[in-house]
């Protein structure tokens, strides 16, 4: 697990290298280094988890015509050795990223397809005409950013990485606050700054500095027939025991590291599941927890307690402390380095925190599952619609607030300017609208594809590098993805009956108060905090007052003061108003 950056195309200035690399340490503090050749960098910050004897980067082949760096975990690895050992090829050590290069050149650009884990990868290829490769895995699980321009290409892992190394100021893309109010977030494609985008799911990228300037690819998902940990070729029976072999066989190879491993243990099925399975493997897994201080109706931590008792691991409680929020805000702000609007980042903040000071470099989460296999209210919700305007009703269940409600925030002359082109509505409406074998199915597609990426997936690789922890998400593995599309509809969601088949295979894996309940979302109870008179109405309103967004003309600042003084009356805003301090406070 690392951070990387690099240019192709243009001579770097060795200060804004330096400035990308300083500016990403905090997710690779064990080594630094980087390779150039004639108007290209390649450059990695190295968090050593696999293999910390080996495994340095760049890699690079044996007569320097193809270099890589990488970011991310390739669990399917030692089978990958094993195929190069069949062509003469030796890998030295144990580390996941080794076989990157010699496996680029067995396979070429289908190597990507080949690959098991989550990952962005940089190839520098100067055989038959030099050209920079990008790619990020089939949910970008592990960000990349670039931005290309006449000068060539640059790109990093994290946007506070990529900005020294842009020749010229970006502009901030007006676009944004739209797209953010309507996502919670800023979707693949796009960022605060106009001409600075981010890889999606799946995609690839080529620029060899031609007129035609960066090709995008799609690359397919790790094959059931591909490397194999365990020389299975197939991802096991639709069945909840088949979903139970395949969960274990995934996390038995996702934790072949000597380091210790955590666990985050919300106290739903999710996490009770990986942690036993974490636990029958080895015997250094240590549950972490996280509760809000104060009594609240969302608090899990009986449960959490049972699930670790079940699994026999310790369990570790972290603590939210109100008065520690306005200096945790900044920072959590600051760490996601691109504004999402959820306020258990805020919980995942404070939890990556507590594990990396406890000494831990590993943690699994079981974010992931719910898209894979219908796991929230809103998909029964839609299903059950007698009508075709489910569609902008669901879109609205991922909003900030409604679309007609989001609106009203925005003055006439921002709204005048979203309509005249293609709102971020009309944008998500559309890939909504994409046709599936189900109604089920087509709306478990865009979240896997969009919302899960944007929203949960990015944030966890955000904030858990910003604490040196590397975060492992099991329910997103390619087998799990083809497992689910493969699952029928009613053993996932049947009316109010959710995620039902991965409630069935966690019999006897799970103790029975939690197999027992009702699903509750990871969350931050904002509404309790936000009450009126505590710390953090305190900050939020200081944070809001002589807001940007509104002296740049895009909100109205009387639709701003009126949300706060309905909330102070009585009237429920508080996601809104976290929502709209997150967007401000991540203004660039």
């Known amino acids: ?48 988890v696999q293999d910390p004897a080996h495994g340095g980067q760049p890699f690079s082949n044996g007569d320097g015509s193809v270099h890589s760096v990488f970011n991310g975990e390739i669990y399917n690895f030692r089978a990958i050795r094993e195929e190069l050992a069949g062509h003469g090829v030796h890998v030295e050590g144990d580390s996941d990223g080794s076989v990157l290069v010699p496996y680029y050149e067995l396979h070429g650009d289908r190597f ?33 950013y670039y931005a290309v321009s006449a000068d060539g290409i640059v790109f990093s892992s994290e946007l506070r990485g990529l900005m020294p190394l842009l020749s010229t100021p970006p502009t901030t893309d007006p676009y944004a606050v739209d797209a953010y109010m309507n996502w919670q977030f800023l979707p693949h494609g796009t960022t605060w700054y106009a001409g600075v985008s981010s890889l999606g799911p799946g995609e690839g990228l080529t620029f060899d500095g031609g007129p035609a300037g960066a090709r995008h690819t799609r690359i397919a998902p790790a094959k059931a027939d591909g490397p194999a940990a365990d020389g299975r070729a197939a991802d096991g029976p639709g069945t909840p025991d088949g979903l139970r072999g395949l969960l274990a066989r995934e996390v038995a190879r996702m934790s072949l590291q000597s380091a210790p491993v955590a666990v985050q243990v919300s106290g739903g099925l999710d996490s009770s599941l990986l942690a036993t399975f974490l636990a029958r493997r080895r015997d250094d897994v240590t ?14 931590y009986v449960f959490a307690r049972e699930a670790a008792a079940h699994a026999r691991i310790p369990l570790e409680v972290v603590e939210v402390r109100e008065r520690d929020l ?30 990396s000071d406890s000494g831990f470099r590993v943690c699994f989460v079981g974010d992931g599952a719910d898209e894979q296999f219908g796991g929230y209210r809103r998909y029964s919700t839609a299903l ?51 046709r599936g074998r189900s109604r089920l199915e087509q709306i478990l597609a865009f979240d896997r594809l ?65 197999l027992g309940r009702q699903k ?54 508080a996601r809104l108003l976290w929502g709209l301090m997150v967007l401000e406070l991540s203004l660039p």
């Open 1 to 48: 697990m690392c951070r990387i950056y690099g240019c192709f195309g243009t001579k770097a200035d060795p200060a804004a290298l330096d400035a990308a690399r300083d500016a990403q340490l905090s997710g690779g503090p064990d080594r630094q280094h980087r390779v150039r050749g004639e108007n290209w960098v390649l450059g990695c910050n190295r968090l050593s």
């Open 112 to 144: 990507v397809e080949r690959l098991e884990g989550m990952f962005a990868i940089a190839i520098v290829d100067l055989r038959s005409g030099p050209r920079l490769k990008l790619w990020c895995d089939p949910l970008a699980v592990k960000s990349v």
């Open 287 to 300: 549950g972490f927890h996280v509760r809000h201080e104060g009594d609240h109706t969302s608090d899990e």
């Open 326 to 355: 306005p200096d945790l805000i900044p920072a959590m702000v600051t760490a996601l380095g691109t504004p999402n609007a959820t306020p258990h980042a805020l919980s995942a903040f404070a939890l990556f925190r507590e594990i």
């Open 384 to 434: 059950a619609a007698p009508d075709d305007a489910w569609a902008d009703r669901y879109l609205d269940r991922l909003s900030l607030v409604p679309e007609a409600h989001y609106r009203t925030l925005y003055t006439t002359e921002y709204r005048e300017f979203i309509d005249s082109g293609t709102s971020s509505r009309q944008r998500s409406r559309e890939l909504l609208n994409r």
């Open 450 to 514: 969009h919302k899960l990426p944007g929203l949960n997936l990015r944030k966890l690789d955000h904030l858990s590098m910003a604490h040196a922890v590397e975060c492992r998400v099991p329910y997103c593995q390619s087998s799990v993805t083809r497992f689910a599309q493969r699952t029928p509809d009613a053993l996932k969601v049947d009316g109010a009956d959710r995620k039902r088949i991965l409630w069935d295979s966690g019999a006897g894996l799970a103790p029975p108060a939690v």
């Open 520 to 573: 509750q979302p990871f969350t931050f109870p904002v509404s309790a905090f936000m009450a009126h008179g505590t710390t953090l109405w305190d900050f939020a309103v200081s944070v809001l007052t002589g807001s940007r967004l509104c002296s740049s003309g895009m909100l109205s600042e009387t639709a701003v003061r009126r949300a706060i003084a309905e909330h102070r009356a009585g009237k429920d805003h």
